[in-house]
């Protein structure tokens, strides 16, 4: 059974950091993707970032290209996502989630994902 916990949200001003982590356990595929995607409330949950466990490929979104980085320690089962330059638009619960999938733009979309961890709840104050 795949297992995802995310963790490290919390409440920051804006233009500050925070480091989110995603811890897994279980994952048998050879080569797979982690992703971290977001939520606002009643919006639908939007892809921010992946990496490929072997390639290292990243992707990220858009919105948060050059001010987030998506990193992966594979000794430790864990991905990183560090988030520079926030801005309240950034608040949402993030979740992390895997796929037996590589990490592309057209690869990367929660339908894509079938393996999801609990949300960790982020927000920006102005």
């Known amino acids: 059974e795949v297992q995802l916990q995310a963790s490290g949200g919390g409440l920051v001003q804006a233009g500050g950091s925070l480091r989110l982590s995603c811890e897994s356990a279980?994952?048998?595929?050879?080569?797979?993707?982690i992703g971290w995607f977001r939520q606002l409330p009643g919006k639908e949950r939007e892809g921010v970032s992946c990496?490929?466990?072997?390639?290292?490929?990243?992707y990220y979104a858009d919105s948060v290209k050059g001010r987030f980085t998506i990193s992966s320690d594979n000794a430790k089962n864990t991905v990183y996502l560090q988030m520079s330059r926030l801005n309240p638009e950034d608040t949402a619960v993030y979740y992390c989630?895997?796929?037996?999938?590589?990490?592309?733009?057209?690869?990367?979309?929660?339908?894509?994902?079938?393996?999801w961890g609990q949300g960790t709840q982020v927000t920006v104050s102005s």
């Open positions: 990496i490929g466990s072997s390639d290292r490929h990243t």
């Open positions: 279980g994952i048998t595929y050879d080569d797979y993707a």
């Open positions: 989630a895997a796929a037996n999938a590589p990490c592309t733009d057209y690869a990367f979309s929660v339908g894509t994902y079938p393996h």
